[in-house]
Nanobody, 117 residues
Framework: VQLQASGGGLVQAGGSLRLSCTAS????????MAWFRQAPGKEREFVSRIIRIGSTIYADSVKGRFTISRDNAKNTVYLQMNSLNPEDTAVYYCAARKAVRGNYDFWGQGTQVTVSS
């Protein structure tokens, strides 16, 4: 099983990025997918989740700015990030979970997002 995250980069405050995470070796449509992030010196935190039937949830810090979506035909989950600010700077990780709740089964390698002021 592999989750390959991409799309990170350097962007100015107020800009946008779209992250992608493509899964292989799993029945993608059977998994809830999520994005987490970890800033330097901080613990990893939840960003957003999209369950297998499409419902979504967001951390308060990104609500209204980030949008998670999935394309089951492409085995890919996306995170559209708008109105970025320096506090969004972090390594972003995608994760997959088959159970309705609990720990995530698989994690991607992370993609760096840096927002300059």
């Amino acid at each position: 099983v592999q989750l390959q995250a991409s799309g990170g980069g350097l962007v100015q405050a107020g800009g946008s990025l779209r992250l992608s995470c493509t899964a292989s070796g799993v029945t993608f449509s059977s998994y809830d997918m999520a994005w987490f992030r970890q800033a330097p010196g901080k613990e990893r935190e939840f960003v957003s989740r999209i369950i297998r039937i499409g419902s979504t949830i967001y951390a308060d810090s990104v609500k209204g700015r980030f949008t998670i979506s999935r394309d089951n035909a492409k085995n890919t989950v996306y995170l559209q990030m708008n109105s970025l600010n320096p506090e969004d700077t972090a390594v972003y990780y995608c994760a997959a979970r088959k159970a309705v709740r609990g720990n995530y089964d698989f994690w991607g390698q992370g993609t760096q997002v840096t927002v300059s002021s």
